[in-house]
């Protein structure tokens, strides 16, 4: 997945690991006013979604398949339209355009309260912290408004500027899983990140 540091965000180190221990740093994120607002997709959307996921086919490669069709588009908004899988498009505060997407899907109530994240950006946004923005902005309703208790990611291990991302926001890195999602055609493996609501906004 191709995959936000929000104006003035700070990070912060928690516990005792130095630089070089990689996995076990957690990055402290802290929400400030930010360049992107988030809401869910509609069908007048459509235009500009597609138009976005056609500038951006080199970005996402062999990383994600978004929607490209209005067929598909529509698909998508029937699949993100329930409780249990919602979708928000990340939206630039002062230019409008669609920056990028992020999916809460499988969503689980009962003991788990849990979901998992599904994340892309478009062109030409990508690479300017505003995905960080917006993953913040849904981190914070996941977890304030829907009350949930962990949000995970699985993500390519070659994925350097996804995984980038949800370090920056605070993931902890709990695993590898093989062959584990269907990736444009191909098993490929991934490496499970997660984070819990007591790690987000302390």
């Given at each position: 997945?191709?995959a936000?540091?929000p104006?003035?965000?700070e ?6 690991a130095?630089?070089?221990s990689?996995?076990?740093i957690?990055?402290k994120p802290t ?10 997709p ?7 979604f597609l ?8 970005l996402h490669?062999s ?8 067929k598909?588009f ?6 993100f339209?329930?409780d249990?899988n919602l ?6 505060r ?5 920056v990028g ?5 499988n969503?689980v109530?009962g003991?788990?309260q849990s979901a998992y994240l599904?994340?892309?950006s478009f ?5 300017r912290?505003?995905?960080?923005d917006g993953?913040l902005l849904v981190?914070?309703?996941a977890f ?8 995970e990611a699985n993500?390519?291990?070659g994925n350097l ?9 605070g993931?902890v890195?709990?695993g590898f ?12 493996d991934h490496?499970r ?6 790690d987000f906004?302390k």
């Open positions: 997945m191709p936000l540091r104006r003035g965000c990070l912060f180190r928690l516990g005792g130095d630089a070089g990689g996995d076990s957690r990055m929400l400030k006013p930010s360049r992107v607002t988030i809401r869910a509609t069908r007048s959307d459509c235009g500009a138009r976005a996921v056609r500038r951006s086919r080199a490669d990383w994600v398949s978004p929607p490209s069709t209005p598909a529509t698909r998508y908004l029937e699949r339209s329930s249990t979708s928000f498009l990340i939206i630039h002062s230019a409008g355009d669609i997407v992020i999916n809460v899907g969503l109530r003991a788990l599904g994340y892309y062109l030409p946004h990508a690479g912290g505003l995905m960080r993953m981190l914070r309703h304030r408004k829907l009350k949930l208790h962990r949000l993500i390519q291990p500027r996804s995984i980038a991302l949800v370090r920056k926001c993931f890195r709990e899983s093989r062959r584990y999602l269907k990736i444009c055609g191909r098993w490929a490496e990140w997660a984070i819990l609501a007591e906004g």
